[in-house]
């Protein structure tokens, strides 16, 4: 990688950044205080269902008000696909508070590693505008971030990406982006940025 050709590095969240800790042991508290019990290969699978959802919607959670209907609506999946007969309402709280990211194994190396270059960096994200809060509870809160609900469209498009380039005050040409799926590359690519795929840790060592 020659980075005396670039002036700035984004960066996918979730499979480049960060990871997600195990929400089920507080998903199993929650219901279990709420008399809804359930096996954790059961949790997992509701889990994996609102996730799946989440996927599809995140760029819709674009305010406060989206947000929360979004959130509501990823609890409903997740609460039908127990089933658990629950007021989602009343289990949003509980269910958002389960979630939690962590840093990757060589995050913060990479990143200072990149800061000592002169580079810019930002989070380019398919996620809601929540992403700056999970950030900073992963200890990344330093980094701006962009996500794909407030660029109005998810990636592959490359409306993110152009706003983040915008946001840095950089060309698209002079940036690089780094993640772990095709629509990263395949958005990086449409907005004119060069890509570079995961983990971190390998493309700062290049």
């Known amino acids: ?10 960066l996918d969240a979730y499979g480049t950044l960060v990871e997600l800790a195990d929400p089920a042991p507080q998903l199993d508290r929650g219901l279990r205080e709420r008399g809804s019990r359930h ?3 059961t949790i997992a699978r509701a889990f994996a269902a609102e996730v799946a959802y ?11 008000g ?10 409903k999946v997740f609460l039908e696909a127990l089933p658990a007969e ?8 509980t269910f958002i508070g389960s979630i939690r990211f962590e840093p990757l194994p060589g995050t913060l190396a990479s990143l200072r590693a ?3 270059r002169g580079l810019a960096l930002a989070v380019v994200s398919n996620w809601d505008i929540g992403l700056d809060e999970q950030l900073a509870k992963a200890g990344l809160g330093e980094l701006p971030a962009v996500s794909s609900a407030e660029a109005g469209a998810p ?13 840095l005050g950089v060309r698209p040409d002079r940036a690089l ?14 907005a004119g940025f060069r890509f570079a795929p995961a983990p971190l840790a390998s493309v700062v060592s290049t």
């Open 39 to 41: 096996d954790p290969e």
């Open 155 to 167: 990636k592959p498009d490359p409306a993110v990406f152009l706003l983040a380039a915008e946001r």
């Open 86 to 93: 629950l007021d989602p309402q009343e289990f949003v709280e």
């Open 177 to 190: 982006h780094v993640g772990d799926s095709d629509v990263d590359e395949q958005g990086a690519l449409a």
């Open 1 to 10: 990688m020659h980075f005396a050709e670039l002036d700035a590095v984004t």
């Open 114 to 116: 990149l800061r000592r």
């Open 66 to 75: 989206s947000l929360a209907a979004l959130r509501l609506e990823c609890v």
């Open 54 to 64: 989440y996927r599809k919607h995140a760029h819709e959670g674009r305010d406060t």
